[in-house]
């Protein structure tokens, strides 16, 4: 299997938008629990169910649920190609449930990469942002527009989304469970030596290059 590099970052932080450029730059697989969970509320599973009262009050769904998810992907194929895991694990619990799933197929963990950034500055990014519905573009009402207003730059799309849970209300809710339950986990990563941080307040293309330097460091 190809590496393993797990995003860590409070909401807002750039991990799927960082995790989508490492897809394209290194032929690596993003896989979200978050895109996952929120598949499942659409589909109406019973998983799905559970999870969108969670979601919607911005705070975290329960171990089980994800780590049955988080499973059911990990045995596709194209995961092979190694992964980076966006907003996956986020509490202790799922560290360790990782951990195990890794060291049954013989694997580990590559890289766990914090993203670090200002709180406030969150809740500005969180707010605005929204993606096109066919390709999962990002976009920012004030930083990031598409060259023609309301269409995809990338695949020329007009449905445009936004989250359920991207109001600043909420934000600050995901923020209180990164602090208490996620954050610990830089520590987790850490005492394994496999932690590296990166300061990603400044412009995505020069996180994707600082990132890019480090998978390269870590996964060549
Ligand atoms: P995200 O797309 O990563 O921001 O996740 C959106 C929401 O899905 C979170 O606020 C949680 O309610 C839920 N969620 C996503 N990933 C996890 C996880 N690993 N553990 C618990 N809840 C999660």
Redesign the pocket.
């Known amino acids: 299997m190809g590496p393993v590099l797990i995003l860590l970052g409070p909401?807002g932080a750039g991990?799927?938008t960082q995790a989508r450029m490492l897809e394209e730059d290194f032929g690596l697989v993003q896989l979200?629990?978050?895109?996952l969970?929120?598949a499942a509320v659409a589909a109406g599973t019973d998983a799905g169910k559970q999870?969108k009262a969670?979601?919607e009050a911005?705070?975290?769904?329960?171990?089980d649920i994800?780590l049955a998810i988080?499973k059911d992907r990990m045995v596709q194929p194209d995961v092979a190609k190694g992964v980076i895991l966006?907003?996956?694990?986020?509490?202790a619990v799922?560290a360790e449930a990782l951990d195990e799933l890794l060291a049954d197929a013989g694997q580990k963990i590559t890289a766990a990469i914090s993203l670090e950034v200002d709180d406030e500055a969150m809740v500005a990014r969180v707010s605005g942002r929204y993606t096109c519905a066919g390709c999962g573009e990002g976009y920012h009402d004030e930083f990031k527009q598409p060259a023609k207003a309301g269409v995809c730059d990338k695949c020329g799309g007009t449905a445009m989304k936004r989250?359920a849970?991207d109001n600043a209300e909420t934000v600050r809710e995901?923020l209180t469970?990164y602090h208490d339950q996620t954050a610990p986990l830089i520590t987790y990563y850490d005492d394994k030596g496999v932690l590296e941080r990166l300061d990603a307040m400044g412009p995505i293309a020069d996180i994707r290059q600082a990132l890019g330097a480090i998978v390269q460091g870590v996964a060549a």
Request: positive net charge.
């Open positions: 909401p991990k799927g979200s629990t978050g895109d969970l929120r999870a969670v979601m911005g705070q975290l769904v329960s171990d994800v988080l966006d907003g996956f694990p986020r509490t799922q989250r849970d995901r469970a």
